[in-house]
């Protein structure tokens, strides 16, 4: 491939290259090209020179795709000469791993990940930096994140011999003093990620929403200038009227322009796009995705995206293809080798604990069984069982999807836990047959095949 000619990659997959009516750039990626899409990286120490028990075939599954993503849910530096410290807000919990994780990613196969997520602050920008640092000392393409909201809302590319990768990544779940902005006048830009801000409604029935109404008019300084007939607010609170009680979401339209905006240009100077998204939302007890994120998914990839891949609520979620395009409302985890020290203080007050008498190990384990303020814990085995994604492609459309069931331990003692391995058959059978009721409602069909899931679009 990396002799092809000038006329050979002109004419990749059959097609030619050239701009379509919308005017970005089609899909150019040669037959074969392949995406390996996982979810959460939440690792703390290299784990490819330990013998872990499975993991090599785990590895000879990444290493054999033309791009091997993932999250990057932690920060890379050493804590001894670490200039930065442990922010107020943090993504739940302290996420750090040892400088010895960016070779080790490289050497399990991934090429590109994002870092746009609730932990990319848990250690201020410095974390930020020292981890950027580390991802590009090992080749390893990002996106996410920056000096500024135009660099952590840019593309970024990854060179492979099938096609040029786009990869442009955002966030809808984040802590607040994340969010990267640009300059303004004589302000000067701000370090973070690239987010998309959620307005968040709880929607309830008619009665429900009348005998509100009623409370907010006994309550002192309530304002009723702008009064809406299907909604009202309550102590900042906003409910809508609907037919099911729940959570409703409206993605920021300034956010969406901008994403759509970057997304349309990675592709312009790419052969194949990936957008991703790091939202919990509703929460990570939902196996549902949020109801905003569908309509996203579908205008990103009318914008130009090859694939749409959500991480985050720990879980997995359904997988629809849209246009020849896969969409994966959720990849669950991959890594949860969560054995996190240095802890900061402000985690200890959280878990009742005292640094004086408690360890790090005893914080951490609190927070994995109890969960942070409304996140039900991580007790449950459904957050240990997950997928590896290989999407193949052929003549630029979704040919074959393989799902590989991977578990991550649940039962083994902390030191073990986390690190994936193929699951055995009667899981691989249960974990495929709850994707595949996930996902009846988009319309896709999932057969099993030896363990092994398979979408023919």
């Not at 092809?4 to 990749?12: A, K, L, V």
């Not at 107020?88 to 070779?103: D, I």
């Not at 796009?273 to 990839?301: K, M, V």
């Not at 069909?445 to 030896?450: A, F, L, V, Y």
Request: charged content about 20%; overall charge negative; aromatic content about 8%.
């Amino acid at each position: 491939m990396g002799n092809q000619s000038h006329e050979e990659r002109m004419h990749r997959g059959g097609r030619t290259e050239g701009y379509d009516v919308a005017g970005s750039i089609e899909t150019n990626v040669a037959d074969g090209f392949t995406l390996v899409a996982v979810g959460d990286l939440i690792v703390s120490r290299p784990l490819t020179k330990n013998n872990q028990p499975g993991f090599g075939a785990i590895v000879d599954l990444l290493r054999g795709a033309d791009v091997t993503f993932g999250n990057m849910e932690t920060n890379i530096f050493d804590i001894r000469c670490f200039k930065g410290s442990p922010q107020a807000e943090y993504g739940g919990a302290y996420h750090v791993s040892l400088p010895e994780l960016g070779p080790d990613l490289k050497a399990m196969g991934f090429n590109i990940v994002s870092y746009a997520n609730n932990h990319t602050y848990d250690w201020g920008y410095e974390g930020m930096r020292e981890t950027c640092r580390a991802l590009d000392q090992n080749g390893i393409v990002y996106a996410g994140v920056g000096e500024n909201l135009a660099q952590a809302g840019a593309a970024r590319f990854l060179e492979t011999p099938r096609g040029r990768v786009a990869l442009v990544s955002f966030a809808s779940t984040f802590t607040p003093m994340s969010r990267a902005c640009n300059p303004a006048g004589e302000a000067p830009g701000r370090p973070g990620l690239n987010a998309l801000r959620l307005a968040k409604s709880i929607v309830v029935t008619p009665e429900m929403l009348e005998n509100l109404r009623k409370i907010r008019a006994y309550l002192p300084n309530s304002s009723h200038d702008s009064e809406v007939p299907d909604r009202v607010v309550v102590s900042g609170v906003t409910y809508k009227s609907g037919e099911k009680v729940g959570y409703s979401y409206e993605a920021n339209p300034a956010d969406v322009t901008h994403i759509v905006r970057n997304l349309r240009q990675g592709k312009q100077f790419a052969d194949f796009c990936i957008a991703t998204n790091h939202g919990h939302e509703p929460g990570n007890w939902s196996q549902e995705p949020a109801d905003y994120e569908r309509a996203l998914a579908h205008r990103l990839i009318d914008a130009g995206a090859d694939a749409y891949v959500t991480h985050g609520p720990h879980q997995l979620r359904g997988i629809e293809v849209y246009k020849g395009r896969p969409i994966f409302y959720s990849v669950g985890n991959f890594i949860m080798d969560d054995l996190r020290t240095p802890v900061g203080a402000d985690m200890f007050d959280a878990y009742g604990k005292d640094p004086r008498t408690h360890t790090d190990a005893e914080v951490t384990a609190a927070e994995m069984s109890t969960g942070y303020t409304s996140d039900p814990g991580f007790k449950d085995p459904v957050f240990y069982e997950s997928i590896i994604t290989v999407s193949r492609f052929e003549q630029n459309h979704l040919v074959e999807l393989r799902l590989y069931p991977i578990e991550l331990g649940h039962s083994k003692r902390f030191a073990n836990r986390g690190v994936p391995n193929l699951a055995p058959l009667p899981l691989a059978k249960s974990i495929l047959e709850r994707l595949q009721k996930l996902s009846k409602p988009f319309g896709t069909e999932i057969t099993i095949d030896n363990g092994v899931g398979v979408i023919r679009p």
